[in-house]
């Protein structure tokens, strides 16, 4: 079982990794999927932590072996742009990925805790 890192924690306003601290709207760096790895399973388990967060998340595959000039796609979508949500959950994305990123939308307010995938 491997776990992988999408986002660690990011505050609204406060530079981050990717997140400038003022912008709405990024992307997480890539990271291996299932897929990657021949012969692992195609479910991944995506696990959210936020606290006061407004926004969406959503997960991002891609089929391809070059994240920098992929093709991406929604695989699986987090939060609502209109409330305030804190919690930690998990859900589970099938599909052979070869990678995977969070794409932060409409981030408002709040803290994400944790985004990760294990398989």
Sequence with gaps: MATKTLLTTVVNGEPSGNYDGSS?????????AAGYYHGRSGVQTVGFSVT?????ITIEATLDSDPDTAAWFDAL????????TTQNISES????????RARVQTFDAGTINLVTATY
């Design 24 to 32: 709405q709207d990024w992307f997480s760096n890539a990271v291996n």
């Design 52 to 56: 006061g967060f407004t926004g969406t």
């Design 77 to 84: 979508a987090y939060g609502d742009a209109s409330s305030v």
């Design 93 to 100: 994305v099938v599909g052979n990925f070869t990678w995977l």
